[in-house]
Structure formats: C-alpha cells, structure tokens
C-alpha cells in the first residue's frame, strides 16, 4: 500500500500516519525519510529555501513522529533518516541542509527520552553518499562525494534500508536515541 502525502503540509504531514493506521489496522513503524536540499552559499539561500527545508526535513518529520506515537504501542518504532553531513560537511554550500538534518538528531534524542516509557524507540540513520533521484551515482558531484568515502563508491538504497529494518525489528528493541552512520566511511 502506498500513501503519498506532503511533508512540507502540515495537515498532510501528520494525516498520513493516521491514514496508514486505519488503512492497516494500526501502526508500529514510522520511517521519516523525506527531504530536500538546497545546496547554496549562504549568502544565495532565501527566506523561502529556509522555510521549504526545514518544512520538509524538520517540522514534517516532527509532526509525522507525533502523529505516528500517538498510534503506536509498546514495540513502536520510530526511524529518522539523517544524513553524514552531520558531522562532516564537505565544504561550502551545504549549511541549510546541514542544519536540518541535525536537527533530526536532537528530535530523535528527544523523542527516544519521551516515548520510551511507553516501549517505543526513536533513532537515526545517517546515509552517507547514496544513490538516488536527489543524489545521483552519476551526478556532476558524484566522483567527489565517492572519494570522500573510506570505500570509495556511493552506497546502495538497499544499504541504508537494511540499517532501517534492523531498527524496526524486534532485535533492536534496547536500542534508542542512537545515530547509525551507513556512509562508507564518509565520516571516518
């Protein structure tokens, strides 16, 4: 079953979780994964690529964390997808984006502390250079990001899901407010 809805949408953001629970019978997983990115100097970023980011990255992952929890039970999980410029950002033009995926990280830190007396687990997963439609293996960017990696290649979104699944199984039940870099070694 596949829902779309729009992150930057408030009503949108936090409906989609109560349109999955319903269409399920209920909800033991969130993946907040969407996101968008304006890679500019500082000085060329406008009030509107500010306000798009952080509406996509941060305050839709958050209202879509809040709906899902109030659905979830013991078990819950609740997976962000983070990004390994994080820690390390590359060099200039990556502020904005840097920005909003750290905020990821306090929220999920955050979240772990709040819901985990009701047995559900927050975490982040930070992918390093992948290959997909916003970051293409074969991008005009694509050999720089790969040499910044230990292994030297852009990882797969099979890569990163299998980090995600493992988070949103029974095995990782003890673990939360954890960031898991899945980068090649983008921040070794």
Known sequence: MALRADCADAAQAAGAAHRAAEALGGLDVLVNNAAVGVMEPLENLSLDDVDRVLSVNVRGAFLAAQSAAALMGAGGRIVT????????????????????????????????????????????????????????????????????????????????????????????????????????????
């Open 81 to 188: 997808v983070g990004s390994c410029i994080t820690s390390r950002v590359p060099g200039p033009g990556a502020t904005l984006y840097a920005m909003s995926k750290s905020a990821v990280v306090g929220l999920t830190t955050a979240l772990a502390r709040e819901l985990a007396g009701r047995g559900i687990t927050a975490n982040v997963v930070h992918p390093g250079p992948t290959d997909t439609d916003m970051n293409p293996a074969d991008g005009p960017y694509a050999a720089h990001q790969a040499a910044m990696t230990a292994l030297g290649r852009y990882g797969t979104a099979e890569e990163v899901a299998s980090m995600v699944a493992f988070l949103a199984g029974p095995d990782a039940a003890y673990v939360t407010g954890a960031e898991f870099s899945v980068d090649g070694g983008y921040g070794a």
